[in-house]
C-alpha cells in the first residue's frame, strides 16, 4: 500500500493550492481518504476526509467554505482544493487511507493520533502561506 501527496508549495495568502494524493496497492472504491496537517508545535489536524464509495465528506469548521475535497476513482486519487489560504494553514499535509468498514469519513478526520489500526499514511507535502 502506498500513498504518495504532492502539490504543496509556497503561496501568498488568498492564494491557492491543490493537493493530490495517489493511492496504489488496495481496491480504491470502498476507502475513507483523508487529508490532515500538523504544523510546528501544534496537534496533527484532520482537515477533510472522504468516502470513495459515495462522496460523502467532512470539513473542520476552519476550512469550510475555502477547501473542496474530491475523489477520482479512475485514477486512484483524492485531491484537496485550498482557495483562500491563510498563514494558519501552514503545515505539513499528510494523507491516510483506511478501509471503509472501519471507520466513516468522520470518524477517520476525528482520530486520536495513534488510535487506528487499518491506517495508511503518506509522506507528506509541506504548505507555506506568507502573510
Known amino acids: 500500500v502506498q500513498l504518495v501527496e504532492s502539490g504543496g508549495g509556497l503561496v501568498q495568502a488568498g492564494g491557492s493550492l491543490r493537493l493530490s494524493c495517489v493511492a496504489s496497492g488496495f481496491t480504491f472504491d470502498d476507502y475513507v481518504i483523508g487529508w490532515f496537517r500538523q504544523a510546528p508545535g501544534r496537534e496533527r489536524e484532520g482537515v477533510s476526509c472522504i468516502s470513495t464509495r459515495d462522496g460523502g465528506a467532512y470539513y473542520v469548521d476552519s476550512v469550510k467554505g475555502r477547501f473542496t475535497i474530491s475523489s477520482d476513482n479512475a485514477k486512484n486519487t483524492v485531491y484537496l482544493q485550498m482557495n483562500s489560504l491563510k498563514p494558519e494553514d501552514t503545515a505539513v499535509y499528510h494523507c491516510?487511507?483506511?478501509?471503509?468498514?472501519?471507520?466513516?469519513?468522520?470518524?477517520?478526520?476525528?482520530?486520536?493520533?495513534?488510535?487506528?489500526?487499518?491506517?495508511?499514511w503518506g509522506q507528506g507535502t509541506k504548505v507555506t502561506v506568507s502573510s
Open positions: 491516510a487511507a483506511v478501509p471503509g468498514y472501519y471507520r466513516n469519513y468522520v470518524g477517520l478526520c476525528r482520530s486520536a493520533p495513534g488510535s487506528m489500526l487499518l491506517d495508511y
